[in-house]
Nanobody, 126 residues
Framework: QVQLVESGGGSVQAGGSLRLSCEVA????????LAWFRRAPGREREGVAS???????TYADSVKGRFTISQDNPKNMLYLQMNDLRPEVTAMYYC????????????????????WGQGTQVNVSS
């Protein structure tokens, strides 16, 4: 059963914007932390932004001030607004939900404790 479905990726020129969306079919009682990750070709997966149940957010230094994570619980949606896009953010973007609450919400998820989507590709050209 697919529990997370991302959309909104695409190809844009540098300086443009994209809004990623993630449909979250995970019980609200298990949504301890929601986050966006990305993996660029030849690079490790990295956390981009996270948000917890009380809307406290964490961002990677490289995206602070340009990306905004938000959630709409009644609509079961997670979003990532990305502004002033740069070529170096080209990557596959994944949404993920951490289903355990014993650790603070962060940009580091354990695969055994989380659910992941299939990803949406973002390409930024110069």
């Amino acid at each position: 059963q697919v529990q997370l479905v991302e959309s909104g990726g695409g190809s844009v020129q540098a300086g443009g914007s994209l809004r990623l969306s993630c449909e979250v079919a995970v019980s609200p009682f298990l949504r301890y932390c929601l986050a966006w990750f990305r993996r660029a070709p030849g690079r490790e997966r990295e956390g981009v932004a996270s948000i917890n149940a009380v809307d406290a957010t964490t961002y990677a230094d490289s995206v602070k001030g340009r990306f905004t994570i938000s959630q709409d619980n009644p609509k079961n949606m997670l979003y990532l607004q990305m502004n002033d896009l740069r070529p170096e953010v080209t990557a596959m973007y994944y949404c993920a939900v951490e289903t355990v609450g014993w650790k603070p919400c962060s940009l580091h998820f354990r695969m055994d404790d989380s659910v992941w989507g299939q990803g949406t590709q973002v390409n930024v050209s110069s």
